[in-house]
């Protein structure tokens, strides 16, 4: 029978202790130390049973330990400690971006940071991998550096989903229905009491959505639901299950992610600067952005996508194609052949927003086209994703050279200290001082950790392991006894792992590209390496692979048929069921954090970062972040690797997939036989690995200062949230007019361009010139249509590869000397000296211009002498 009303009742709790609540309902406590320990200390065994979910936990305390707590002197102690804290932390007014940016208003969210995931706590299962991580983190180090942002996602009841494995190893998926009522959110009510929604048009009906509140500190989360009585029982669904469903549920939820997200915001009277959009998934609020501009300002689609556009972020995360959304066209007209019309595109001008060939009409509409062609500003989550991204969308800009895309790079980070351990946060603030926890991109505090001594270090991380190593035993009993094991494997998982020797550790997705078999490559090296005497390994694997990915579920029951070897099942474990509990028990008690997916196919990782931060050394391939951070002094590459993607394009053939795979494992093997494992146990009189020991100072030393959120957090902030916000700002003055000024010169060069010609170019230059004279090179540009200001003239020199063509380039830029008597216009560049010696050569091209764009080559508007 349903109730006629629901109602949430919350504990009672002692006056003295009354702020337990408050303390609970913010994720503050995932990561201050001392608050998570409040909670622990009231019941260690309800804070394992709760998942670690202080609100459930406050529902399942008895009232007397409340009371025995609130009468406690010691517990009240930290109580009081760690309210003054919260309290400080809350009330701070010179936190970063205060100091960086007073002239922000600090009443109105600069940012309003939409993801379809977040990593923010393993009570709150939002999330299904490395992409959740970070928007979590993102959250976290914009709290604490003050950074006004308000994060847009989903509510999903059942997550991603729950793994189990059968005994033979296959990936099984179950997804129970979470209280969402005992997580730490609450929902947003109306004046009245009644739950705020929003309302989408869906094909046929209306769409109502609840809005949900998290705390990140000081930043708020707003969380959409679809679980509503208004709703048909198959829109209802719609936010049960993360990455759930087929192409409709897609649709369904990237529409409310985006258009619904939007209206919620808009809803509370949220009206943030700048919208960044984490993946494309949320693409769909460029286009609710733009219809509300039009109706507010009497705008036309073009300018409201100038103004629209000029305050909006997209930041890419994945290299492989398939990785990307696409949506036949017909779905498109379905979902959106109203909306359209309401923003005055017929149906080719709006599917040619989420084309690469604007005018192939079989071509799919691609979320990340349209996130690309409606922002502003765009980057990949590495340097070399940033290369992989700008080769993959290049067909948007034709004309334009690769490396000039408008397409940038900000490398990932994590929140340091959402993933330390507790027993190297007490290490660091001993050694290191109090600023690596408010300073942690500060390079000076991250030196000092070669000033830590080795003893105290080693045995720091000894702890560490030997927790990692319980913590893996009682998850491998738990995962036996669901399976109905036998008792004398249960006694078996008792002796699994050994605390002393060489532990690796991999977990991540188990997407066919991370390769986590390729130690599977060569099972008699592998088999060697485990069983050696005299320097054993031992491995623990976790992840999970995608319901509908049989070939990553193949991969986990090729791993698991190889650790059920009675050679082997103590050195080979895989721990079911990977979360975020599991990733930080794993990444603080490890040696080794491996890293092997197929380069270039890898944006980022971030995984690698937490383990190194926690004083395990990385070995990996040189892709991602890691193509960055890698020096010989903190840990291992494996096989070859380079600055650039060139030859690594991820849609080779599977003949040389496999070369690669077999080259890479034959590399990896090297390392670990003959450098890692002899390094590990090459210990001396003290028992002491000192030149580990060395490795992982250096490691420590060098790597979390750059590769942590709060780091990222601030370039976004300087390099695109603020510029943002000025740009848009100056657009919108006027009502619009810089904004209609510039779609307005846009259409005109765009009419214009196709009689745009560089014509006649002549040099100084000789056949054969010494190195370091400079020459004088000149061109004749018609600009049918347009005047000199519109464009900039530029000669483009660089090395002529063996192929014929420029590499290394510079750019130089050309003035305009004067008209010819037919009225075209004479372009020069003096001084034009190429560097060094060899084969060069140049090319000259003019390109559009004009002073309000946010990237010079975001019109793609660009033309190149003949040659």
């Not at 990455?243 to 009277?269: K, P």
């Not at 010609?757 to 018609?782: C, K, L, N, R």
Request: charged letters at 25%; glycine letters at 8%; hydrophobic letters at 40%.
């Amino acid at each position: 029978m349903r109730p006629i009303r629901t109602f949430s009742v919350a504990p009672s709790l002692p006056a003295p202790i009354e702020r337990l609540q408050e303390l609970a309902y913010n994720l503050f406590w995932s990561w201050d130390q001392d608050a998570r320990q409040l909670f622990v200390r009231l019941d260690r065994r309800l804070w394992e049973i709760s998942g670690h979910n202080p609100v459930r936990m406050l529902t399942l305390l008895p009232r007397r330990r409340l009371e025995e707590a609130a009468e406690d002197e010691a517990f009240m102690a930290q109580y009081q400690q760690v309210c003054a804290a919260f309290d400080a932390y809350l009330g701070e007014a010179g936190h970063w971006f205060a100091r960086a940016h007073p002239e922000y208003p600090p009443d109105r969210p600069l940012v309003a940071y939409f993801s379809a995931e977040f990593g923010l706590t393993e009570s709150m299962p939002m999330y299904s991998g490395g992409l959740g991580n970070l928007a979590g983190d993102h959250l976290k180090s914009a709290s604490d550096l003050g950074v006004p942002i308000v994060g847009v996602g989903l509510l999903y009841h059942q997550g991603y989903f729950r793994q189990s494995l059968s005994a033979d190893g296959w990936q099984q998926e179950s997804y129970p229905n979470y209280d969402i009522y005992t997580m730490p959110l609450q929902m947003i009510r109306k004046p009245d009491g009644r739950p705020l929604s929003v309302e989408l048009a869906l094909p046929g009906r209306t769409l109502t959505a609840y809005v949900w509140r998290v705390r990140v500190g000081r930043i708020t989360l707003y969380l959409l639901d679809a679980n509503a009585e208004a709703n048909r029982p198959d829109d209802r669904i719609l936010t049960d299950r993360l990455y759930g469903g087929d192409l409709e549920m897609r649709i369904r939820q990237e529409i409310l992610l985006g258009i619904g997200g939007a209206r919620a915001l808009e809803a509370m009277g949220i009206r943030p600067a700048v919208y960044h959009m984490n993946e494309g998934h949320s693409a769909f609020l460029s286009l609710e952005r733009i219809r509300r501009t039009m109706d507010e300002q009497d705008a036309s689609f073009a300018e409201a996508l100038e103004a629209t556009a000029a305050s909006q972020v997209f930041t890419t995360h994945t290299p492989v194609p398939a990785g990307h959304d696409y949506f036949p066209p017909d779905m498109m007209e379905r979902y959106f052949g109203d909306f359209y019309r309401s923003i005055k595109l017929d149906r080719s001008q709006f599917l040619a927003l989420g084309r690469q060939n604007p005018s192939d009409e079989r071509e799919a509409f691609c979320m990340t086209i349209l996130a690309l062609r409606t922002a502003a500003y765009s980057n990949g989550v590495s340097r070399l994703h940033g290369a992989v991204a700008r080769r993959m969308w290049q067909g948007i800009w034709p004309h334009v050279p690769e490396e000039e895309l408008p397409i940038e790079s900000i490398t990932n980070g994590v929140h340091l200290a959402s993933w330390v351990s507790d027993d190297m946060a007490a290490l660091y603030d001993r050694y290191l001082g109090p600023r690596w926890r408010a300073e942690p991109d500060d390079p000076t505090v991250w030196r000092q950790a070669l000033d830590i001594p080795p003893e105290e270090l080693w045995r720091t991380h000894e702890r560490r392991r030997e927790r990692l190593i319980a913590f893996a035993r009682r998850r491998l009993r738990g995962q036996m006894e669901a399976r109905g094991a036998p008792l004398s494997d249960l006694a078996e998982a008792e002796q699994a792992l050994d605390p002393r020797i060489l532990t690796i550790g991999f977990a991540r997705r188990f997407a066919t590209y991370k390769r986590a078999t390729l130690l599977l490559q060569a099972p008699e090296r592998l088999l060697r390496l485990l069983t050696s005497e005299e320097h054993p390994v031992q491995i623990l694997v976790a992840g999970k692979a995608h319901p509908r990915d049989d070939a990553g579920k193949e991969m986990i029951r090729q791993i698991v048929k190889f650790a059920q070897d009675p050679a082997v099942r103590r050195r080979l474990v895989f721990l079911e069921d990977y979360d975020i509990a599991t990733g930080r028990y794993l990444v603080q008690g490890v040696d080794v954090w491996l890293n092997t997916p197929r380069r270039p196919e890898e944006a980022s990782g971030t995984s690698g970062m937490k383990a190194a931060v926690n004083g395990a050394i990385n070995v990996s391939i040189l892709d991602g972040w890691w193509n960055e951070a890698y020096a010989p002094e903190v840990g291992w590459a494996i096989g070859a690797g380079g600055e650039t993607p060139e030859g690594d394009a991820p849609d080779r053939g599977a003949r040389e997939a496999a070369t690669v795979d077999r080259l890479d494992a034959q590399a990896l093997f090297d390392i670990l036989e003959r450098e890692v494992a002899p390094l590990f146990y090459d210990r001396g009189s003290d028992g002491l690995p000192r030149e580990w020991i060395a490795r992982m100072q250096h490691s420590i030393a060098a790597i979390p200062a750059n590769y942590n959120t709060h780091r990222m957090v601030k370039e976004y902030t300087e390099r695109f949230y603020v510029p943002a916000a000025v740009r848009s700002t100056a657009l919108r003055q006027d009502g619009l007019r810089r904004a209609r000024e510039l779609a307005a010169w846009k259409a005109k060069a765009a009419r214009a361009w196709p009689s745009v010609q560089v014509e006649e170019v002549t040099s100084t230059a000789s056949d054969h010139m010494p190195a370091g004279q400079s020459m004088t090179i000149q061109a004749v540009v018609q600009l049918e249509g347009l005047q000199p200001e519109d464009v900039v003239a530029e000669v483009y020199l660089g090395r002529v590869d063996p192929r014929g063509e420029l590499r290394d380039c510079v750019v130089v830029p050309m003035r305009r000397v004067g008209p010819t008597p037919d009225g075209r216009f004479v372009f020069e560049a003096t001084n034009v000296t190429p560097h060094g010696s060899g084969q060069f050569g140049y090319q000259v091209r003019v390109r559009a211009y004009h002073p309000d764009l946010a990237n010079p080559f975001e019109t793609g508007l660009m033309r190149w002498a003949a040659s």
